[in-house]
């Protein structure tokens, strides 16, 4: 199946701190791909949309200006979260899309551990 | 609005017992279902997928699921697990113009050796 690479996995961060976290298709383009964050014990809530070389959609709650999104070509999405706060502190994961065998199929990432002190 | 429930939230089972979960989806279209499974510490990996034909869908390590419309359900299934089987089971559905998957709450799956 095709992979998606995310990167880091892990990081520790200062409060009032910014970090990048990139999803990239390694053997695909993906003109669309999608966040989520994960709570502890809980399923991945979707963040936003990210769509190649337009905005990205973010689903309702989630702060555009804190979740910053640039999908700047086919295979590279990357997600920065401003001004991170220890409430930040989560599981982001990326998926990117592409057609299957008889429909669309999503690829996840291995997931970024946000830590913020 | 789409959304997935799964009734099951935490199941125990012994090696060798049969497994099914449970998985309800709420949209009016035609949907794309999914199940994917979270290995302790690994990423989602897909286990199966609908999208149209036979409405029992096999997966991969002996998972399958069957779509029944009329109870808008996708249940997931296996007749005897393994302790291998431990991990963290996510139903999920898309549907309409757009490709983003809606998942569900997730079940826990112990299996005791």
């Known amino acids: 199946g095709a992979v998606v690479s995310q990167h880091p996995s892990r990081v520790i961060c200062k409060s009032g701190t910014s970090v990048k976290i990139e999803c990239r298709s390694l053997d695909f383009q993906a003109t669309t791909m999608f966040w989520y964050r994960q709570f502890p014990k809980q399923s991945l809530m979707l963040m936003a949309t990210?769509?190649?070389?337009?905005?990205?959609?973010?689903e309702q709650g989630v702060e555009k200006d804190k979740f910053l999104i640039n999908h700047a070509s086919l295979t590279l999405s990357t997600l920065t979260v401003t001004s991170a706060h220890p409430e930040d502190s989560s599981f982001y994961i990326c998926?990117?899309?592409?057609?299957?065998?008889?429909?669309?199929?999503?690829?996840f990432g291995q997931g970024t551990r946000l830590t913020v002190v | 609005a789409q959304s997935v429930s799964q009734h099951n939230h935490h199941v125990i089972l012994s090696e060798a017992a049969s497994l099914e979960l449970g998985c309800n989806y709420s949209y009016g279209g035609t949907v794309n279902l999914f199940w994917y499974v979270q290995y302790p510490g690994q990423h989602l990996q897909l286990l199966l997928k609908y999208f149209s034909g036979d409405p029992l869908v096999k997966g991969i390590k002996g998972f399958e699921a069957e779509f029944i419309k009329s109870k808008f359900s996708f249940n997931l299934r296996k007749p005897s697990v393994q302790w291998s089987d431990t991990a963290e089971y996510f139903c999920a559905v898309n549907g309409g113009a757009t490709n983003k998957l809606i998942f569900g709450t997730g079940t826990l799956l112990a299996v005791q050796p």
């Open positions: 990210s769509n190649e070389g337009s905005k990205a959609t973010y």
């Open positions: 998926s990117a899309s592409t057609m299957g065998q008889g429909g669309t199929e999503a690829f």
